[in-house]
Nanobody
Framework: HVQLVESGGGSVQEGGSLTLSCATS????????MGWFRQAPGKEREGVAA????????VYADSVKGRFTISEDNANHTIYLQMNSLKPEDTAMYYC????????????????????WGQGTQVTVS
């Protein structure tokens, strides 16, 4: 049974930084793509960043390119999302996702039938 637990959210001023963590259990980080998604009130969930096993490829939303970085720590079964130069429009609930797809170059790797989701961590930028 895959479990994903996010942490690191909070409130920050515009221009600030946060690092989100996603601790995994029951899941081998070398077996599938990991990603971060977010959902703001009244909006659909959107992909933020994703990484293929071993970091061989990564995907970023245009709105976060150059500001956010996704990374993996296989030894600690954890993925991270480093967020810099935060903007008010980054305010959302951020979710960690684990896909059974072995290589991801788009958000389609995270269809609900092949993805496990965490409970989310709130990020508020003012």
């Amino acid at each position: 049974h895959v479990q994903l637990v996010e942490s690191g959210g909070g409130s920050v001023q515009e221009g600030g930084s946060l690092t989100l963590s996603c601790a995994t259990s029951g899941y081998d980080l070398t077996s599938g793509c990991m990603g971060w998604f977010r959902q703001a009130p009244g909006k659909e969930r959107e992909g933020v960043a994703a990484v293929s096993p071993g970091g061989v490829s990564s995907v970023y939303a245009d709105s976060v390119k150059g500001r956010f970085t996704i990374s993996e720590d296989n030894a600690n079964h954890t993925i991270y999302l480093q967020m810099n130069s935060l903007k008010p429009e980054d305010t959302a609930m951020y979710y960690c996702a684990a896909s059974s797809v072995g290589y991801c170059f788009s958000w389609r790797a995270f269809s609900n039938d092949r993805t496990s989701w965490g409970q989310g961590t709130q990020v508020t930028v003012s």
